[in-house]
């Protein structure tokens, strides 16, 4: 028994090479007409270069986060303001909720609304200008109603102390709540 001839050895092997062409050219989209699929490459290549600023890649920079590109306080210095919020004992008011607005009302951050800490602090990063600073003291319980205070930073940080006094309601909002001390006085 003599094996096989040459020409069907190459045979076999010639079908067996196209059918693996065949194979390996269908597992890219099995879905997707042959436009379709070369669109997908097209978008992968864009989403390498998309450097997540929501411009896509159309400023040419690639990486995470861009400083370069301009926002509204892109070439604006920051400060830090600290509110401290106090009862008029002294002690901390914790829990008292801060809220700091720009001169146009805008929030200045992300982080602009935030409650006091232990120590009744607040602090905020802020550029140049006028800024409005809001604080609800009622789920600190010292005080009713809102207080509302105006900073302006001019080129340093800055530092504001708030008292607020129980039963007081500077803001003039009428807020219900203890009206004085335990002899009745006001």
Request: a negative charge; aromatic letters at 2%.
């Given at each position: 028994?003599?094996?096989?001839?040459?020409?069907?050895?190459?045979?076999?092997?010639?079908?067996?090479?196209?059918?693996?062409?065949?194979?390996?050219?269908?597992?890219?989209?099995?879905?997707?007409?042959?436009?379709?699929?070369?669109?997908?490459?097209?978008?992968?290549?864009?989403?390498?270069?998309?450097?997540?600023?929501?411009?896509?890649?159309?400023?040419?920079?690639?990486?995470?986060?861009?400083?370069?590109e301009p926002t509204k306080d892109?070439?604006?210095?920051?400060?830090?303001?600290?509110?401290?919020?106090?009862?008029?004992?002294?002690?901390?008011?914790?829990?008292?909720?801060?809220?700091?607005?720009?001169?146009?009302?805008?929030?200045?951050?992300?982080?602009?609304?935030?409650?006091?800490?232990?120590?009744?602090?607040?602090?905020?990063?802020?550029?140049?200008?006028?800024?409005?600073?809001?604080?609800?003291?009622?789920?600190?319980?010292?005080?009713?109603?809102?207080?509302?205070?105006?900073?302006?930073?001019?080129?340093?940080?800055?530092?504001?102390?708030?008292?607020?006094?129980?039963?007081?309601?500077?803001?003039?909002?009428?807020?219900?709540?203890?009206?004085?001390?335990?002899?009745?006085?006001?």
């Amino acid at each position: 028994m003599q094996g096989t001839s040459p020409s069907r050895r190459r045979f076999v092997a010639a079908a067996g090479s196209l059918a693996i062409a065949a194979v390996a050219g269908c597992t890219d989209d099995e879905d997707a007409p042959p436009e379709e699929a070369e669109e997908d490459d097209d978008e992968t290549a864009d989403d390498e270069t998309d450097d997540g600023d929501g411009l896509g890649d159309s400023n040419g920079e690639t990486g995470a986060d861009d400083e370069d590109e301009p926002t509204k306080d892109a070439d604006q210095e920051t400060y830090e303001l600290a509110v401290i919020v106090e009862t008029e004992d002294g002690e901390p008011a914790v829990g008292a909720f801060v809220t700091v607005t720009d001169e146009d009302g805008d929030l200045v951050d992300d982080e602009a609304e935030q409650p006091t800490d232990d120590q009744g602090q607040a602090l905020f990063e802020v550029g140049d200008g006028e800024h409005t600073v809001e604080i609800d003291a009622t789920e600190a319980e010292v005080g009713d109603g809102e207080f509302e205070e105006t900073v302006t930073i001019d080129g340093d940080d800055e530092e504001l102390m708030v008292t607020v006094e129980e039963g007081d309601d500077p803001a003039g909002e009428g807020a219900e709540g203890d009206a004085g001390d335990e002899d009745g006085n006001s």
